[in-house]
């Protein structure tokens, strides 16, 4: 722990006799130095740690005694230093040609909240919101308008533009098909399960043209006669 100690002068205006005070500079307002900042803010943000463990750990691990007052102030400080990285992240997810979102339950202070997510080929933007709903849908999206990468919620099945159903999704049916007793179904999802995965490859070694127009022919109806999951 590295200490800077600050003299603070105080006095009083000789003209309106208004009391006065020296400030800290702002690089030191915070109390807490960047690296501690850091640390706390990965503790709370991305591993969910509760403010009273960050409290014990910084004091029994790093020595340094802090209140849960502080705590709050620290994460606010870093909540603040990613607002501009975080728009940066929405204005480039809103401009993907293609987009997969999904929704998971969340809770925050045990109340029960949703964490959407737009994931794209370069960044990934969260939106935590009370609703599993469209509101909530809308507010995640606002005028992107991608092709839509999701599974069968219903939500997401009203998507007006290019929608792209999950492959994993598709291959969990495929693969429930298969393990059918009626032979014809079995046979039905064994087809499915080595089509879908051979589509997973094409991803990475592109087919010819006309190869690719064949998969899709038999993918398609395939698509839409397949179970659908409930999200």
């Known amino acids: 722990m590295d200490i800077t100690h600050f003299v603070l002068h105080q006095g009083t205006c000789a003209g309106c006799g208004k009391p006065l005070k020296a400030q800290l500079p702002t690089e030191h307002q915070a109390g807490y130095g960047p690296r501690l900042t850091a640390l706390i803010g990965e503790l709370v943000g991305m591993h969910r740690t509760p403010w009273r463990l960050v409290q014990d750990f910084c004091h029994s691990v790093l020595h340094i005694p802090i209140s849960l007052g502080a705590v709050q102030k620290v994460i606010n400080r870093a909540s603040q230093a990613i607002v501009p990285h975080d728009e940066a992240i929405a204005t480039l997810a809103r401009q993907a040609p293609v987009g997969s979102i999904d929704e998971t339950p969340w809770y925050c202070q045990h109340t029960l909240q949703w964490l959407w997510t737009l994931t794209t080929e370069t960044v990934s933007l969260s939106l935590i919101h009370p609703h599993r709903s469209k509101e909530a849908f809308a507010a ?13 919620y219903g939500v997401y099945q009203h998507w007006v533009q290019s929608r792209q159903t999950c492959l994993a999704h598709l291959m969990r049916s495929a693969r429930g098909l298969s393990e059918k007793r ?24 592109p087919p010819q043209r006309g190869r690719v127009a064949r998969v899709v022919c038999a993918i398609v109806p395939l698509d839409r006669s397949l179970p659908r999951p409930c999200g």
């Open 140 to 152: 995640l999206i606002e005028d992107w308008q991608g092709i839509l990468v999701s599974d069968g």
């Open 182 to 205: 009626d032979p014809q179904l079995a046979a039905c999802g064994t087809w499915a399960l080595k089509a879908l995965q051979g589509l997973c490859h094409m991803a990475k070694a």
